[in-house]
Every structure is written in C-alpha cells, then in structure tokens.
C-alpha cells in the first residue's frame, strides 16, 4: 500500500501505519516526535505538510545546515505535488529571499537566515501554518530556532519537532518543548510494534586497543605537567581538591573566573589562576589526543602550541607551556615517533575486510578531530578498492581547508551515486544527512554525548542490516565517554517516557477542566433564557 493524499505523489511513498498515526497527532496539535533515525521522520513531516497545506496557508521548513536544508527541498520537491518548494539561505540575498517568501508555498531554510529576516521585518509569520524544525533538539540556548519559535508564539499554527535524540536530562527536553511551544511528546523505539518490523539490524561491536608503549611515556610527561598546573590551582584555591579536574569542571572554574574579573575584581593571584586554567585545559587536550588520536594528531597541536607562542597574538598560557620542560621532552619523543595509534591499522584492517567479502559496500568512518580525519582519509586509499572522500567542516586552516557548504552536497553526492565507497568524516556528517545505504560505520572513538553517538549509528541500518564498530583504548577516556554515552542514552529514553506521561496527564486535566467548565456554563445560561421568558 502507498500513501494517498491529494497533494503527495501517488504510488511514490510506502504507508506505514506509525507515520500515518503520527502525522495524524501532528496535523492537530503541536508534537516533539521522536524516531529512530532512517524511521522516516520525513516523511511524517511530508504527511503533515501536506494536511496543512491542503487547507491554506505556507509551512516553514527549518534545517540546521544547508546540505540538509537542500536535501529536505529535493525531497519535498519530489514527493509534493502542486505546491511551490523554495529555498532560502544564507547565500540568497535579502532581496531574492522576500521574493522566494512571497512566491512558496512551503519553504525550507536555515534558522539564521529566517531570524535575520523577521528582525529586518523581510518576512513575517502571520500566513505560517506550519513550522516544522527538523533536529529539533537544537532549540535550547540562543541557537536560532529559539528565537524563530518565540516570534510564531502571537500566531496560532501547528509546531512540528523531529529528533532522534532530544538529550539525556528531562529538563534538557522539557526545555525543548518550552521553546518550541510544543504540548506533546510521540516516542517511538524500535522495540514498539508497529516500528520493529520496519527495523533492519545494526550489529554493534566495541573493539579494545591498547596504548602504544612510547605513548605511554609521552602520556605520563604531559599528565606531570598537567597535574602541576591543577596543583597550583588548589594552592589558589581555586579548585576544588575533591573535585575530578575533567575538562567539564576545568572549563566551569574557567566561567567562574572570567565572571570574578568581569565584576571587577583585580589582583594577581586571579590572573595567575587564569593563566593557570588555560593552560591545564590546553595539555588536557594534548592529553586526551595522546590516549586517543596517536602520534601525528598530537604532533600537529604541539606544532600549532609553539606557532601561537611565537606569534604576536599568542597567549601567555601558550608561551609558558612552550618552556616547560615536559612539553620540551614530549616534542623530543612525539617527533622520534614511527608509528600512529593501533586505531588506524585496526580501521585499516576492518575496511579492507568489508570491501573483500562486499565490494559494493558503503563505509562512514568518524573522526571527532580534523588531523586525525586527514591522516585516515590519507591511509584509508591505500586500502586496495578503497575510493576514499572526505567530510569537514567550512572552517579553514592551516595548510587545510574546510569545505564549503556546496562543496560538502558534492562529496555526500560523490557517496551517494558510487563515486566514492568510504566517506571520512567529522562531526559535520553526523546530523541528519541521508548518506545512502551504508553498511559499516566506524567510530574512530567513542563519544560522550548521547545525541552524537545515536546520530553516528543511524547512519546505517537504514534500508537494510548494518554493522557499527566503536574504537577504544584501554584504560583511557575513551572508555569514560563510551559509558557516558550509554548511561545517557538509557537516561534519555526514561526521561522522555516520564515527560511524554506527564504531558499526557496535563493534557487529560486540562480537558477535564474544560468539560467541567461546559456543564456549569451551560445551566446558567439556560437559567437566563427561562427568566427573559418569565
């Protein structure tokens, strides 16, 4: 069977009974929907669009990304049938945008550019029936679809949120909701009923290495340093002692000392201690690509340490790591280095393996840092049968730079159509794009955050059965962020279900009040009636 809808094309999208149930909830009231990915979330919006539209009105299609903005276009473009698509980014000047707001009747866009436009009043909500925000759980902070979302409050149309992971903590989703002025929440797993046949299975499999036994010394150089530095910062008091000094409490004494200096507070003790903080968090960097990158990723960032001690820009926190005499003995040891972490050769190996025993294979290999995804897409081509491209981010670099928003669409192309079998890339390929059928993902490391750990799998098992392959070294952060990750995403998954049945409830009590207030109504005015009779 196929959905049948006077405005999507006919014979063109397979009916699933959770999308039609979906879309059903979502065309009435404003719904957070959260799906697996590759689940058709899509398509759930198509469907509502599409009621929406068939009464009147446009409907705004946000995206966080270009590439993803252009996807959504192409897709509704294909599928949507007697209404005008347009697109509005960042690249379209003011003047075009007016037009293409003017002429659409759906319009897909990047938030920014959409905020932008109702500042300078271009555009207005007013005919808006529908927005839908696509990777909805982006709605927190003073990211832009918060301040899209608080502009569509004075009009009264329909809100539709699409996630695969809105967070771990009930407050982070409730905080969503709040933004987005959804009521809400449809969940579904791929244990429900009505998804689990329409499920392809991910094998998942975590693959242990260990640290190479010249790293080890290169990592007991940097944690001197690092500890005498968190030394110095308990001295000052301004760390807790009873405190784990990670990253997440180093940047959080970093807030707290900026703020001291903010409200005027001067003395050298306090710029000591930022001094000191910077640097702590700098080798803990040089740390964490130690244990988990290897040896030519912690090269290039104690390259680029000397290069910004030697700059005039560069910061004091950089030139007095540049003197210390671990950095100086690390350089030595990292610049003896032959070898790179275990990880490359095991990816090596396990790409190599796919393609033998499945030439037509896709293969995603993650990276979370852009050194280390330049060194595996370089090995990666030697892999025989390996066509290799590479994802990044728009950022430039030194002797590196970043791909342009077209430039990623032409890469995502090049995999799609078989140009390329392995993609390498950051955290740019993580979020939502359709990255065709692919059948192994590699996690060059672990993750701490739930939401990039599931948008990483849902890569694969999209159309059909995929495997996922996590890289760990023993002993090291990697293990920490792979439980984080896990815990999470249980956290996340029990959160939702408590806040879905408290939004349920809410929902039932503010109809009962309703009611309540009808049968009370309606005798008084009956009342009223029978005395203008008397």
């Known amino acids: 069977m196929f959905v049948e809808h006077p405005l999507i094309r006919p014979e063109a999208i397979e009916e699933r009974e959770y999308q039609r149930t979906l879309s059903d909830i979502a065309s009435k009231e404003s719904t957070l929907v959260v799906l697996p990915t590759g689940m058709g979330k899509t398509v759930v919006a198509l469907r509502v669009a599409a009621n929406v539209l068939q009464k009147g009105g446009k409907v705004l299609f946000l995206a966080p990304t270009k590439p993803l903005v252009e996807q959504h276009a192409n897709y509704l473009k294909e599928f949507l049938v007697g209404k005008k698509v347009g697109i509005m980014t960042g690249e379209n000047p003011p003047e075009e945008r007016e037009a293409i707001w003017i ?3 759906i319009i897909a866009s990047t938030p920014q550019v959409v905020a932008n436009d109702l500042r300078y009043e271009r555009v207005d909500l007013r005919n808006v029936k529908l927005i839908i925000f696509d990777e909805a759980h982006r709605a927190v902070g003073n990211y832009a679809y918060v301040d899209v979302a608080a502009a569509y409050r004075e009009y009264p149309g329909l809100v539709l949120g699409m996630t695969a992971s809105p967070g771990s903590s009930r407050a982070r989703i409730q905080e969503v909701c709040d933004n987005l002025s959804i009521g809400r929440i449809e969940l579904r797993s791929e244990t429900d009923p009505d998804v689990a046949r329409y499920v392809h299975e991910i094998q998942i499999d975590a693959i242990e ?29 301004a760390v807790d002692p009873k405190r784990p000094a990670n990253r997440k409490y180093l940047l959080e004494v970093g807030r707290a000392l900026q703020q001291r200096s903010r409200s005027g507070e001067k003395h050298r003790n306090l710029f000591r201690a930022m001094s000191l903080q910077a640097m702590a968090i700098k080798v803990d960097h040089a740390l964490e690509l130690a244990e988990t990158q290897g ?13 910004e001690s030697e700059s005039e820009e560069g910061s004091k926190a950089s030139r ?28 090596m190996t396990i790409v190599a393996r796919q393609i033998q025993e499945k030439p037509a294979s896709r293969i995603i290999v993650f990276t979370h ?111 920490a962020y792979l439980y984080a990750s896990i815990n999470k995403e249980r956290a996340m998954k029990k959160g939702l279900g408590k806040l879905q ?34």
């Open 103 to 105: 002429e659409s009747d």
């Open 209 to 237: 290495v260990e640290v190479p036994p010249e790293m080890k010394r290169v990592i007991f150089a940097l944690r001197s340093l690092f500890e005498r530095y968190v030394s110095e910062l308990v001295q000052l008091k």
């Open 295 to 307: 040896a030519t990723a912690l090269r290039e960032y104690l390259d680029r340490l000397r290069a």
């Open 320 to 347: 007095e790591i540049v003197k210390a005499a671990e950095y100086v003995k690390t350089m030595e040891m990292v610049h003896q280095m032959r070898g790179e972490h275990p990880k490359l050769s095991r990816i």
């Open 369 to 479: 840092f852009r050194d280390t995804c330049d060194l595996m897409a370089s090995k990666l081509s030697e892999v025989e049968g390996a066509m290799v491209a590479k994802l990044v981010g728009q950022t430039d670099r030194t002797h590196d730079k970043g791909l342009k928003q077209k430039e990623q669409i032409g890469v995502l192309d090049q995999f799609r159509n078989g140009k390329s079998n392995v993609l390498v890339a950051t955290s740019v390929g993580e979020e939502g794009l359709d990255v065709a059928n692919t059948d192994l993902v590699i996690f060059y490391e672990p993750v701490p955050s739930e939401i990039r750990s599931i948008q990483r799998r849902g890569r694969t098992g999209r159309k059909r059965s995929g495997r996922v392959v996590v890289l760990v070294t023993r002993g090291t952060r990697d293990e």
């Open 501 to 534: 049945h408290r939004m349920e409830l809410d929902a039932a009590l503010d109809k009962e009040r309703e009611e309540d207030a009808s049968a009370q109504d309606a005798p008084r005015k009956g009342g009223q009636s029978h005395l203008q009779d008397f």
